[in-house]
């Protein structure tokens, strides 16, 4: 951490912010009702009757609704972080550390998912009490665990470039929660559609297209790791890649805009980046 200073100094910043604790605690607070209501109601009052396949259950929803949770938190913590920057007048200062614009990027990346990241591991108690319940095996919980710190990644890392590349914080956080909608709703509704038109004539259109999407979906995809429903090899391999390109893409824009001596080669009113 200490061989980026940025990524040491947000790190502290944020988690030293007088919101942090209170951000924690009513995340873990809500996902422990919810956790506790959910398995109240799978063995409905009687504490004798536990049925795992209901747990299954329980863990199913549990999972797929924090994903979509910290998907649409981390925007909210990564979409102003360079563009937030530059509205404080503060971007200027931090071109001059001996920070690469590769660096400055992924300090900001990394800080904002730290917080983000602590919210999973909060909530892995409860995973674990539905793991007693027999609703879970260990492997599944860490590979959604895990899943679910990559999305994070990813998404703070479209947020941070975005911010990069949109010269305001308000139309950055669109391009933002535009992309995780993207992800999350568009994927899945027309995804899901595309699939129940499968029966029609456009059987392999619709099947295909259907696939391609479903694959681009974050939920789907870790309901595939809770083994809900299967997905093929070339379906990691599509999201892994296209979600990769998508970084790649626009991280030379982003990294474009943190070179000064480029600038001068910026259109009339942008000139003036800082």
């Given at each position: ?6 990524l040491y100094?947000e790190f502290r910043?944020?988690m030293r ?5 209170l951000?924690?605690a ?5 996902m ?7 398995l109240?109601?799978?063995v409905?009052g009687?504490l004798v009757?536990v049925?795992?396949a209901r747990?299954?259950?329980v863990?199913l ?32 200062v931090?071109?001059?550390t001996?920070l690469?614009?590769?660096?400055i990027l992924v ?7 730290a917080?983000?990241?602590l919210?999973?591991v909060v909530?892995?108690?409860?995973y674990s009490?539905?793991?007693?319940f027999?609703g879970a095996v260990?492997q599944?919980?860490?590979?959604v ?7 994070i990644?990813?998404i703070?890392?479209l947020s941070v470039?975005?911010?990069t590349?949109?010269l305001r914080?308000?139309w950055?956080t ?7 909608g993207?992800m999350v709703i568009?994927?899945g509704v ?9 029966q029609?004539?456009m059987?392999f259109?619709a099947l295909?297209w259907?696939?391609d ?8 995809m870790?309901a595939s790791?809770a083994g809900?429903?299967?997905?093929s090899?070339?379906?990691w391999v599509?999201?892994?890649?296209f979600y990769?390109?998508?970084v790649?893409v626009?991280?030379v ?9 480029l600038w001068?080669l910026?259109p ?6 800082q």
């Amino acid at each position: 951490m200490r061989a980026n200073p940025l990524l040491y100094k947000e790190f502290r910043q944020r988690m030293r912010a007088r919101r942090t604790p209170l951000v924690v605690a009513g995340y873990f607070v809500s996902m422990a009702a919810l956790t506790f209501f959910l398995l109240y109601e799978n063995v409905q009052g009687q504490l004798v009757l536990v049925l795992p396949a209901r747990s299954e259950q329980v863990f199913l929803l549990m999972s797929l609704l924090q994903m979509t949770v910290v998907a649409f938190l981390t925007p909210a913590f990564a979409a102003g972080a360079i563009s937030g920057e530059r509205e404080r007048r503060t971007l200027v200062v931090l071109l001059t550390t001996p920070l690469s614009p590769f660096g400055i990027l992924v300090g900001k990346v990394l800080s904002s998912s730290a917080l983000l990241a602590l919210l999973l591991v909060v909530s892995l108690p409860l995973y674990s009490l539905v793991f007693l319940f027999g609703g879970a095996v260990p492997q599944e919980v860490l590979a959604v665990f895990g899943f679910q710190v990559l999305n994070i990644v990813l998404i703070a890392a479209l947020s941070v470039l975005w911010s990069t590349i949109a010269l305001r914080s308000g139309w950055s956080t669109v391009l933002s929660y535009a992309t995780v909608g993207f992800m999350v709703i568009f994927s899945g509704v027309v995804g899901y559609g595309l699939r129940l038109l499968a029966q029609s004539p456009m059987e392999f259109f619709a099947l295909r297209w259907s696939n391609d999407l479903l694959a681009l979906n974050p939920l789907w995809m870790e309901a595939s790791l809770a083994g809900v429903v299967n997905v093929s090899r070339h379906a990691w391999v599509l999201f892994l890649g296209f979600y990769a390109a998508l970084v790649a893409v626009l991280a030379v824009p982003a990294v474009f805009r943190l070179r000064p001596q480029l600038w001068r080669l910026l259109p009339g009113d942008e000139r003036n980046y800082q």
